[in-house]
């Protein structure tokens, strides 16, 4: 980690920061009801240390009725009981701080839960009312409105709009919700809406917050002809560029709105989850007077494929260039199944997992790692009966969802629940075959993932060739990559199956034993 009295005082700390994603659920529970909580962060905070992040962020921690796990949000500026309250949030970021570990958090500002007392006080409103205007409610199509207002899905499946009862039981208009019913959108042209998230915003800022992750950043302006859509690509949980839900342009001064009362306080950051592929467009988002960093998903995209793997950074560095803009890096979240499961699972898996590790961090900008990647942990194959994402529901058992990249994280000991609750009925269950993988187990051992991610980080850290915004490609055997940064560090992986000659230079450190002094397949390593 970078020097306390630097990182203090530092205003673009996460220009290279290490975040760290806590999905509070899954992460530790503190008080025994099987549900990860924030006096569960807190307990862990000496572990992220030890593992050398510069900040954490925490998935939704708002008051939610659950709906969808914490991003359908009844009151912005609570915790929920489920993870604790505000007495609990202030003490972690406290703590945080002292560790000099920045705190930043989940920001849900494309819709909120039907239960918010908004949304209550819109379904008790006439058509036109006030309360109405801050969502976004149409009459249906067809004679007698019995037709959605247009033909958008939603991303969970099914429609994207749900008809109310008016008072008197009769049929009403239709509102919009992008995801499940129980999240409809907000009408984000009423200033009402405007000057309620800036509140927001000062709420968390003002007691201590480094910063928001921005859910659906790239969804929260919609065109105001709601015009049908050419459904011929729509797939759950996914958009295109042409997709009308998303990337439109009055997007961009909502986030210069969302900038302003962010510069009110130096030093905090914001980080946009923006689906967007095309370069130009990406930038737009953190153009100078609007988001700090655009979370980029090309690299957990990408194929374990040395061309996929080139393309994807190339892309992710163009689209940040255009606008002097920083890079960032992930492999995983908590929407995306986990690397060791996409890269093949097994030992391969894990084998092209840790190479990745290498080239993620020896890559310039911020770099996101989420809970258990450190581990090595893959997806869980989860009986059916104790799925919980509401895509397994809405989506008729076709998609089983993302539960399986959610499992809890285990801890310690030899059995579930691993020192992650005291209670053994976790929200979702934990594979016995964990046993090796725990945080105990892993930090007594030199090979395992989790010292793998330990001595990157803190050599990331420490040595000066990692420096330099700009990424020199070297000539590579086919099917293998190899790139310089300015500073001097040097990064080859190896996609094929055999050994290859390494670049010249000293070996800092390499994610599987050296074979004849070459590197092996599925491996990566760093020279100077």
């Known amino acids: 980690m970078t020097d306390p009295n630097e990182h203090a005082t530092d205003t673009t700390w996460w220009k290279n920061a290490i975040f760290y994603q806590i999905y509070p659920r899954s992460f530790s529970d503190s008080n025994g009801d099987g549900v990860g909580d924030l006096g569960g962060v807190r307990d862990r905070l000496g572990y992220l240390e030890l593992l050398g992040v510069d900040a954490i962020w925490l998935s939704p921690v708002m008051r939610s009725p659950m709906a969808d796990h914490g991003y359908d949000v009844s009151d912005p500026r609570a915790i929920d009981p489920l993870f604790g309250d505000l007495d609990v949030m202030d003490a972690l970021i406290a703590e945080a701080h002292s560790r000099d570990i920045k705190v930043t958090m989940d920001l849900v500002p494309n819709h909120t839960s039907d239960q918010h007392p908004w949304f209550v006080d819109a379904l008790e409103s006439a058509p036109g009312s006030p309360e109405r205007a801050r969502y976004i409610f149409r009459d249906g199509s067809g004679p007698d409105g019995s037709q959605p207002p247009n033909n958008w899905p939603s991303i969970f499946g099914g429609p994207a709009w749900t008809r109310v009862e008016n008072p008197d039981g009769s049929p009403g208009q239709w509102y919009l919700h992008i995801f499940a019913k129980e999240q409809p959108d907000l009408n984000w042209n009423n200033p009402e809406v405007v000057e309620d998230l800036s509140t927001t915003l000062r709420f968390w800022l003002d007691r201590g917050i480094d910063g928001f992750r921005i859910d659906v950043a790239h969804g929260m302006a919609k065109p105001d002809e709601l015009l049908d859509m050419n459904l011929e690509g729509n797939a759950l949980m996914r958009n295109d560029d042409d997709d009308p839900r998303f990337d439109n342009d009055a997007v961009h001064e909502i986030h210069r709105g969302i900038r302003k009362v962010m510069d009110e306080y130096p030093g905090t950051t914001t980080i946009g989850e923006i689906w967007v592929q095309d370069n130009v467009r990406f930038g737009d988002y953190i153009r100078p007077d609007e988001l700090h960093l655009g979370f980029n998903f090309r690299l957990a995209e990408a194929r374990f494929d040395a061309a996929d793997i080139r393309d994807a ?142 001595a990157a980080i803190e050599l990331r850290g420490l040595r000066p060739e990692f420096t330099g915004s700009e990424v020199d490609w070297y000539g590579s055997p086919s099917g293998c990559i190899a790139f310089r940064r300015r500073g001097g560090l040097i990064c080859a992986l190896n996609a094929t199956n055999a050994p290859i000659p390494l670049p010249p230079g000293e070996l800092l450190m390499s994610s599987a034993p050296l074979v004849d002094g070459q590197l092996p397949a599925d491996a990566a390593a760093w020279l100077v």
């Open 313 to 454: 950074v190339t892309n992710s560095i163009d689209a940040v260039d255009r606008v002097d803009g920083t890079p960032t890096w992930a492999l995983s979240n908590h929407d995306i199944a986990r690397e060791v499961t996409r890269y093949g699972g097994g030992d391969r898996g894990t084998r092209r997992a840790r190479a990745m590790v290498l080239l993620e961090l020896a890559l310039p900008g911020a770099v996101f790692v989420y809970n258990g990647a450190e581990l090595g942990l893959p997806n869980v194959d989860l009986p059916d009966e104790v799925l919980q994402d509401p895509v397994w529901e809405r989506s008729g058992h076709a998609e089983r969802g993302r539960d399986g990249c959610r499992v809890p994280i285990p801890w310690e000991g030899t059995a579930p629940p691993f020192g992650f609750s005291t209670s053994a009925e976790t929200w979702l269950p934990m594979p016995p075959e964990w046993a090796s993988s725990t945080v105990e187990a892993q930090l007594e051992d030199v090979d395992s993932m989790l010292s793998l991610y330990r």
